[in-house]
């Protein structure tokens, strides 16, 4: 049986069909079609991108989300097809709606402005491991580009920077992958250990809880730009103390300069109708979920039938947009991980009922499955013999579930942990407001 690394770990899929899917990978690299609400940066006497401009970005939003760019449409089981029409039982997927589309700058001097989110961002990481702490202080004693003020992003504004074309087709040879970032203008290198080593810290801390089968590992979140991942990664701290004692690998780091607070920021409003509009991003949400759990496909179904609040145009979200809904400054033991006085989610938050809620976003790596946001905790255990799940990745994690079968026909496992699998999650609508 062929061994295969799914969401940092080895994946061992029990049937052959699923070997299949994953084997008929596609490059997904391409042009955006069809997408609107690029802008053109604005420039200053140095020639450099002003960041603190408001009319920089065109969008009139604080908070747009950037397409995810996945290009493709896939079956269940992974492979390639011609992008499935309304009547369609997958209708409904990631390619087929063009969101705001990536606008850089290479400023010429070691950064890099993005245009639609106001951000600069440090163009070369010096690709060095980084514990959480020295990864801050790294970031405020950068001068790169004549700038001194830069800081460790959160992970809404590193997430914003992810690019769903990415994907790993062969781990023994990068040459052959493509990173989730946009390498046109951003450098990146995968660590020559292992492809999928290519994990990047931001400065959200995991505030709801441990993470790890300890249960006292502190952890911050990071996007993995090898991967296509979110988990919480150990920051050295016990959680809830200044006692560092806990053993942490580290992090890639690439820095950002911008106004704090302003960029990931919701702007929630309730419409009294069962529908949330969210200010900042310019989307529309279905405020509690059906309190049902379904596949990929029926999920897509769902979105595609609804007559929600009197609109017929509601759509599965997308990784990026689904990301930016979570709440990530939750006190311990608070779950789920998101506005409760603007959204209801039903599940119980257990092994047999996690708040997974799934995105329209096929996972790059391993095509027969599709993303989910964890709004809860994120469950996996030591390995496949153990019997007990923990919070291994975090409430706010996006990992990715098969889009079909059933559970017990997959495995994913390492010698370091093994995660919980389900292929059925719950629905969360979106539509464009604006």
């Avoid at 493509?178 to 995991?206: C, E, L």
């Avoid at 960029?263 to 419409?271: E, R």
């Avoid at 009922?353 to 030591?382: E, H, R």
Wanted: glycine share 6%.
């Amino acid at each position: 049986m062929k061994i295969h690394i799914l969401n940092d770990k080895y994946h061992y899929p029990k049937l052959s069909r699923r070997l299949v899917g994953t084997l008929l990978s596609v490059s997904i690299m391409g042009l955006l079609s069809a997408c609107s609400g690029s802008s053109q940066p604005l420039i200053n006497s140095n020639n450099q991108a002003n960041i603190n401009s408001p009319s920089l970005n065109e969008t009139g939003l604080t908070y747009p989300i950037i397409y995810t760019q996945q290009q493709l449409c896939f079956d269940n089981e992974g492979t390639a097809i011609t992008c499935p029409i309304f009547s369609d039982a997958l209708y409904g997927q990631d390619a087929q709606f063009k969101g705001i589309k990536a606008s850089y700058t290479n400023n010429q001097d070691g950064t890099v402005t993005d245009n639609v989110t106001r951000l600069m961002w440090q163009k070369t990481p010096d690709y060095q491991h980084y514990q959480y702490d020295d990864a801050i202080n790294y970031c405020a004693n950068l001068e790169v580009g004549g700038y001194n003020d830069w800081r460790l992003a959160t992970i809404k504004e590193l997430y914003s920077l992810a690019d769903f074309r990415g994907e790993i087709v062969d781990p023994s040879d990068n040459s052959n992958n493509t990173p989730y970032i946009d390498t046109d203008y951003f450098d990146f290198q995968y660590d020559q250990r292992m492809a999928y080593i290519g994990q990047y810290w931001s400065s959200t801390k995991y505030t709801r809880g441990p993470v790890h089968n300890t249960e006292n590992v502190d952890a911050a979140f990071g996007f993995n730009f090898a991967d296509g991942h979110i988990k919480a990664y150990e920051t050295g701290y016990v959680f809830g103390t200044d006692n560092k004692t806990v053993q942490a690998p580290g992090n890639f780091v690439r820095c950002v300069r911008a106004p704090e607070n302003v960029y990931g920021v919701n702007d929630f409003v309730t419409n009294n109708d069962g529908t949330v509009t969210d200010n900042a991003t310019g989307l529309m949400w279905q405020q509690a979920d059906d309190e049902t759990r379904y596949t990929w496909q029926d999920a897509l179904k769902v979105a595609k039938n609804s007559k929600l609040a009197g609109h017929s145009d509601w759509r599965l979200p997308n990784a990026k947009e689904l990301q930016s809904i979570v709440d990530y400054d939750g006190k311990a033991g608070e779950f789920p991980a998101i506005d409760t006085q603007f959204f209801t989610l039903s599940a119980d938050n257990t092994v047999a009922d996690p708040t997974w809620v799934w995105t329209n976003t096929t996972q790059g790596d391993f095509k027969y499955t599709a993303d989910y946001i964890s709004f809860g905790k994120a469950f996996s255990k030591k390995n496949s013999s153990a019997t007990t799940y923990y919070d291994w990745h975090g409430a706010g994690a996006q990992r990715s579930d098969p889009k079909s079968g059933n559970p017990a026909d997959y495995d994913m496992a390492s010698e370091n942990a093994a995660d919980l699998v389900m292929t059925k999650n719950y629905v969360l609508l979106v539509r464009d407001a604006k």
